[in-house]
């Protein structure tokens, strides 16, 4: 498969069997954060796994979703802003960082056969609270991991002539 099918083929899925993820793929899509580039290479960022359903069932007080609790995996990923490149404007990439790693792991995901959906709408007090977070460690997006239960809605992507400005704007 060529990197624009996986692209292609990556979809926002919102359910999933209740079937296991294997510990070894999992850990291939751990790896694949791991392995993402960060400015600097300071790697900000760190991979919390949560198998435990109650514990699933607690993060779901902070996006509360049916689908998202049913997940037989949730990764919160998370970001240590002190660690994190700043621009010289102070522009903070700790964000970054953590997407491409984000993006990194949905990816291989969707490789290996399994769903994702990266979700930035929670509320973080709760995570913070659930996942028992250091003070400097944020939590930044979150994703349910599984298999889908169902194909994930179609993309729409806007025509390359709407996003494509060459020299100029």
Known sequence: MT?????RRRVSVR??????????LLSRVLEAGRLAPS?????????IVVRDPARRAELGRAYPKDWFASAPVQI???VEPARAWRRSDGKSYVDVDGAIAMDHMTLCATELGLGTCWIGAFNPAVIREVLGLPEGIEPLALTPLGYPADPGRPKRRKAMEEIRHDERW
């Open 3 to 7: 990197f624009l099918d996986l692209a």
């Open 15 to 24: 359910a999933y069997r209740s079937d296991p993820v294997p510990d070894e």
């Open 39 to 47: 400015a600097c290479n300071l790697q900000p960022w760190h991979f």
């Open 76 to 78: 919160a990923l998370c």
